[in-house]
């Protein structure tokens, strides 16, 4: 019998919806750069946009900064330290002075400082993390050379700026969907004008981008409070917002917590597992870390 209780009758099939196209182009390829370098896998992804966008009648779009709007070389975020202690330890011998201090005392004092802030992280909204510029104060303080503080913070976003490159989705996005209002929210330390001149300097155009970091003290993407902000900010129901980005917790879960509509566009597996190598070749290596730091680093890609 069918629903209405007559014999017969031809019964609609329920529908089974799978992962979405660009998701399963995204899983098989080898990182995101070549994800998105793919015509083909951008237009996927450009697909599944439109169809949110059309269907829950979007005003907004937010998009996170690191590893979507902004995608990084395959080396994790030890890697990245260790990378921005080399350039600091060459600026300084560049600029005339004489560090006393070798590259691996630098990173080591970055991950020092890391853990200290962190720890007794005094944000004033939930979820937000510690500035940039105490971190790296904390840094030189233990490298006993304070005076190259902004030495530092000019060192580590040089190094940021060499380690990213712009998505070609965000143009795509902007042809497409010319009057979208589009955002960028992202969980860092880093400051939302330390992060615009990262952004603005891979972009290599004049943009004042609107960027809104965890590390301003709005809150953060993981607490939900970042998204909250954005909601009061420009004054858009959840409902009406739509977030992308590669954290399954803080750019799909959190969003869809609060109501907004959210995609995920991970890490493909084989840049996860790149990652995870540059970390171990760190971490275990010759010049590998004191065992008294490995207990306190976790794997981040």
Same mark, same amino acid.
């Given at each position: 019998?069918?629903?209405?209780g007559?014999?017969?009758?031809?019964?609609?099939?329920p529908?089974?919806?799978?992962?979405?196209?660009?998701?399963?182009?995204?899983?098989?390829?080898?990182?995101?750069?070549?994800?998105?370098?793919?015509?083909?896998?951008?237009?996927?992804?450009?697909?599944?946009?439109?169809?949110?966008?059309?269907?829950?009648?979007?005003?907004l !779009?937010?998009?996170?900064?690191?590893?979507?709007?902004?995608?990084?070389?395959?080396?994790?975020?030890?890697a990245?330290?260790?990378c921005?202690?080399?350039?600091?330890?060459?600026?300084?011998?560049e600029t005339?002075?004489?560090?006393?201090?070798?590259?691996?005392?630098?990173?080591?004092?970055r991950?020092?400082?890391?853990?200290?802030?962190?720890?007794?992280?005094?944000?004033?909204?939930?979820?937000?993390?510690?500035?940039?510029?105490?971190?790296?104060?904390?840094?030189?303080?233990l490298?006993?050379r304070?005076?190259?503080?902004? !030495?530092?913070?000019?060192?580590?976003?040089?190094?940021?700026?060499?380690?990213?490159?712009?998505?070609?989705? !965000?143009?795509?996005?902007?042809?497409?969907?010319?009057?979208?209002?589009t955002?960028?929210?992202?969980?860092?330390?880093?400051?939302?004008?330390?992060?615009?001149?990262?952004?603005?300097?891979?972009?290599?155009?004049?943009?004042r981008?609107?960027?809104?970091?965890?590390?301003?003290?709005?809150?953060?993407?993981?607490a939900?409070?970042?998204?909250a902000?954005?909601?009061?900010?420009?004054?858009?129901?959840?409902?009406?917002?739509?977030?992308?980005g590669?954290?399954?917790?803080?750019?799909? !879960?959190?969003?869809?917590r609060?109501?907004?509509?959210?995609?995920?566009?991970?890490?493909p597996?084989?840049?996860l597992?790149?990652?995870?190598?540059?970390?171990?070749?760190?971490?275990?290596?010759?010049?590998?870390?004191?065992?008294?730091?490995?207990?306190?680093?976790?794997?981040?890609?």
């Open positions: 019998m069918d629903g209405h007559k014999i017969g009758g031809k019964r609609a099939e529908l089974v919806a799978g992962p979405p196209p660009y998701l399963e182009a995204l899983r098989a390829n080898a990182g995101l750069r070549s994800f998105y370098s793919s015509p083909e896998d951008r237009a996927a992804l450009l697909d599944a946009i439109a169809e949110k966008v059309t269907e829950h009648r979007i005003t !779009l937010s998009i996170d900064i690191f590893d979507t709007a902004l995608l990084r070389r395959q080396r994790s975020e030890l990245r330290f260790r921005a202690a080399k350039r600091f330890h060459r600026t300084v011998f005339g002075g004489t560090p006393d201090f070798s590259i691996e005392d630098a990173l080591l004092a991950i020092a400082a890391a853990r200290a802030a962190y720890s007794v992280n005094g944000s004033k909204a939930e979820g937000g993390d510690p500035a940039f510029r105490e971190i790296a104060k904390t840094v030189c303080s490298l006993r304070p005076e190259l503080t902004r !030495l530092y913070i000019e060192s580590e976003l040089a190094s940021e700026i060499d380690d990213v490159q712009v998505n070609p989705l !965000l143009e795509a996005v902007r042809s497409r969907f010319p009057a979208l209002r955002i960028f929210l992202t969980d860092t330390y880093l400051e939302g004008p330390q992060v615009r001149k990262i952004f603005s300097a891979a972009h290599g155009k004049v943009r981008p609107t960027i809104l970091s965890s590390a301003d003290g709005f809150g953060s993407k993981a939900g409070t970042l998204f902000h954005a909601e009061r900010t420009f004054q858009v129901p959840p409902k009406r917002a739509l977030h992308i590669d954290n399954l917790e803080t750019d799909y !879960l959190s969003p869809k609060r109501g907004w509509q959210a995609l995920h566009v991970p890490l597996v084989a840049e597992a790149a990652r995870r190598t540059s970390f171990e070749r760190i971490f275990r290596g010759g010049r590998g870390l004191p065992t008294a730091f490995r207990r306190d680093i976790a794997f981040a890609p």
